[in-house]
């Protein structure tokens, strides 16, 4: 099965699918443009979808990661940083603390700077903010952590929004957000 693309979705769609970025502040209405392409798994390509997005980039790609193990996304996230795309993650501080993978150390030696949010009980986002602002920009979200377990045992969704511009600019003020309160990763 591969990933479904829609040519349009709704701003009811994108309230559903994103909610609110903080507890205080009301969902915003954002008129739907743009594609929205999804995968389920097991079973569906929601891996190679994520990569793609992220071979799609061309200025940043900005990550916020509860569980990260998958060598393939890492990877795309490490050739993106060698094509001189600006790359950054923020992962749960938790869980790559008593994760036995080497994937996150991995990709802070590989020179993409990654943070630890530690202010939250789980920092359980599972966003992908690609070329914010850009007429062609994404945002990567869903269910699906970026694990192999996410791929190959897990029932999982994951949704790639493209071409709305407010919503990436969104998504992306939400990643700085976190960011103000993150710590470097070093390994």
Same mark, same amino acid.
């Given at each position: 099965?591969? @990933?479904?693309?829609? @040519? ?13 970025s903080?507890?205080?502040? @009301? ?11 999804y ?27 509860y569980?990260?193990?998958? /060598? ?15 790359v ?54 869903g ?5 192999? &377990?996410a ?15 407010p919503?990436?600019v969104?998504?992306r003020? &939400? ?8 710590? @470097?990763?070093? /390994?």
């Open positions: 099965m591969s @990933p479904h693309v829609l @040519p349009r979705f709704t701003a009811v769609a994108l309230l559903l699918i994103c909610g609110s903080h507890a205080a502040t @009301p969902p915003v209405p954002n008129t739907g443009s743009g594609t929205v392409q995968a389920f798994t097991p079973g569906g390509r929601a891996d190679a979808m994520i990569i793609a997005a992220i071979a799609s980039a061309r200025q940043q790609v900005l990550v916020q990661a569980s990260f193990t998958h /060598r393939r996304i890492a990877d795309a996230l490490v050739s993106a940083r060698h094509r001189g795309v600006d950054a993650v923020i992962a749960d501080h938790d869980q790559t603390r008593s994760n036995t993978s080497t994937v996150i150390r991995d990709i802070t030696r590989s020179g993409v700077p990654v943070l630890l949010d530690s202010q939250h009980a789980a920092a359980h986002n599972k966003v992908i903010v690609i070329d914010a602002g850009d007429a062609d920009c994404a945002v990567v979200t269910s699906f952590n970026f694990t192999y &377990n791929q190959h045992r897990n029932a999982e969704n994951a949704v790639v929004l493209r071409g709305n511009p919503l990436c969104a998504f003020n &939400n990643w700085l957000h976190h960011k103000a309160h993150s710590m @470097p990763h070093h /390994r």
